[in-house]
């Protein structure tokens, strides 16, 4: 048995005497303002785009780079938590996010506002397995679908109500003021971590394996790049920059892969994946997390710049769904543990289908009702397959497996939702250059917004067939149980 497993197995025997809620509160507190950060920009990005004067293929990249650090960080999680106390790795992780924060909110230029971002994910990207791990410690496995809704509250409702919250700000506020909103709660966290939260881990100090850090950082680094710059200038995938990172990349995850193989103590142990129902539940969340914060960059791009919504009424199409969204995860945890992954999973990603579907189908004259029952619609059907996938896949691990499973999921979660981002704004962005390639006044308002329209069909038409993709892995999804050791 790996030290992970010792780690993760010896914390529970001292936890009697150990009040859950403060933990719990604590963590939740911390992972809400960090997590929330992934999509609180993405409402402003039309403002950003004339304020800071860079393009939309470089501007998201405050989008795609946040995901990335947190992509780059994760697969060491499961090897920190294990050097680190759980008020260390909070305490540290809360910090770094602090810091970028204030970065932010003071930064003059793009490249200031970029560095604040970076330094904001590393703390979130510390702050994910501190959260996983620690629920899969305090509650036991017939609990877990409870405490994991828990957990959606924070992984799926604070990057959906980002939007919404950026429209109320920036409505009376500069973008400044995202940062300076966040800034005092970050504080409050420490503070109130700092007296309540407690150690659940054993540190053990395994073996770091640096030759795995690199390949994992070139790794998803170099693929997400690649997609990232396959937006950018006219070259698109024909440019080497563009299909020479994505291969560096893809070469340096399959040297990671068979190293983690061969190693008696990985980075991350890809050995996990001999568990079917944790395959499945990784390619699901990769396909939702692709869906979900593409689909958060696209809507604000539509709203504003076709449908000349202001911020303020772009947030607020945005809200109602996103308040459902943060509602039905705790509900659908609980419905999990009584009815098992089936009941919610396959009907919610038949939903997902045919919303996405109906996404294909808006133009310049969709109305802002047919917009806001969309993303109602979609919230729901993200809520009823998320959390439960999940938390059926990792059922499924034996305990010395659990902070492998998570680095992975959190890992991949991550990095699909940075390159999803990255693919689906330079469709858009590559349809809209050949729609105005083609118009005879490209300069015309009428014509900039037609293109925006069908820059954002191209990209809708793609999430569609991902959540035919999801459909058809969700057919062969099982009720899973804990496997000895």
Known sequence: MNTAGTATAAAPEELGNVKRLPILISIIIGAFFSILNETLLNIAFPELLVELQVSAPTLQWLATGYMLVVGVLV??????????????????????????TLVCGTAPEFSFLLAGRLLQAAGTGLMLPVMMNTILVLYPP?????????????????????????????????????????????????????????????????????????LSTIGFGGIVYGFSSSGEG????????????????????????????????????????????????????IILMMTLFSTMSLLPFLFQG??????????????????LNGLISPLTGKLFDKFGPRALVI????????????????????????????????????????????TNGLNQLPQRYYP??????????????AIGVALFIGI?????????????DPTSPAQMSEAMVSGVHNAFVVGFAFAIAALVLSLFIKRTKAQAE
Not at 264 to 271: A, G, I, N, T, V
Not at 306 to 323: D, E, I, N, Q, W
């Open 75 to 100: 697969p060491a999680s499961a090897l920190l938590v294990q050097w680190f106390t759980t008020r260390q790795m909070f305490l540290g992780a809360m910090t770094l996010f602090t810091v970028g």
């Open 142 to 214: 017939e609990k877990r679908g409870a405490a994991m809704g828990s957990i959606g509250l924070v992984i799926m409702f604070a990057p959906a109500i980002g939007p919404t919250l950026s429209g109320l700000i920036l409505e009376s506020f500069e973008w400044r003021w995202l940062f300076y909103f966040v800034l005092p709660f970050a504080v409050f966290s420490i503070i109130f971590a700092s007296i309540y939260l407690k150690n659940v881990s054993t540190v053990t100090k395994p073996k770091v394996d640096v030759v795995s850090l690199i």
């Open 234 to 285: 006219h070259g698109g995938w024909s440019s080497p920059e563009v299909y020479g990172t994505v291969a560096v990349g893809g070469v340096a995850l399959l040297l990671f892969v068979l190293r983690q193989l061969r190693l008696k103590e990985p980075l991350m142990d890809l050995r996990a994946f001999k568990y079917p129902m944790f395959t499945l539940t990784t390619l699901l969340l």
């Open 306 to 323: 076709a449908l000349l919504m202001t911020v303020f009424a772009s947030g607020l199409l945005m809200l109602p769904g996103s308040l």
């Open 347 to 390: 009907p919610g990603t038949l939903f997902l289908a045919v919303i996405m579907w109906f996404f294909t189908q808006v133009s310049g004259e969709t109305s802002k009702t047919s917009f806001l029952i969309l993303h109602i619609c979609l919230m729901v059907a993200i809520s009823m397959i998320m959390m439960p996938t999940q």
């Open 404 to 417: 492998h499973g998570t680095a992975i999921l959190n890992t991949l979660q991550q990095v699909a939702g």
């Open 428 to 440: 858009m962005t590559s349809g809209q250059r050949s729609f105005l390639e083609e118009s005879s």
